[in-house]
């Protein structure tokens, strides 16, 4: 099983980018898919995941950030809106089989993860 997250950037604060996650050897329709970020000297926190029926996304982050994805593609997208320097971090897809988590160690699989830095 292999995830591979592209998208991320050097972007100014107000910005939008959309990060994409293609998977193979699972079918992402089948499992849960987070997304997760880890800035400078800190800890991997959830930004949320979709699953087979619905999507979740941290409180903090919910109106800015929304999780889709294209079945065709076996991709999973997430789209960041109003960017802040705050974003600045390494994002980080995610599989799982669990139907629903935002603790990093019930992923089963992760990709390498995109840079995504926000400028003031």
């Known amino acids: 099983v292999q995830l591979q997250a592209s998208g991320g950037g050097l972007v100014q604060a107000g910005a939008s980018l959309r990060l994409s996650c293609v998977a193979s050897?699972?079918?992402?329709?089948?499992?849960?898919v987070g997304w997760f970020r880890q800035a400078p000297g800190k800890e991997r926190e959830f930004v949320g995941c979709?699953?087979?029926?619905?999507?979740s996304y941290a409180d903090s982050l919910k109106g800015r950030f929304t999780i889709s994805r294209d079945s065709a593609k076996n991709t999973v997208y997430l789209q960041m809106n109003s960017l802040m320097p705050e974003d600045t971090a390494v994002y980080y897809c995610?599989?799982?089989?669990?139907?629903?988590?935002?603790?990093?160690?019930?992923?089963?699989?992760w990709g390498q993860g995109t840079l995504v830095t926000v400028s003031s």
């Open positions: 050897g699972r079918t992402v329709s089948n499992y849960v």
């Open positions: 979709i699953n087979p029926a619905s999507t």
């Open positions: 995610a599989l799982g089989s669990v139907r629903w988590s935002k603790v990093v160690a019930s992923y089963d699989y």
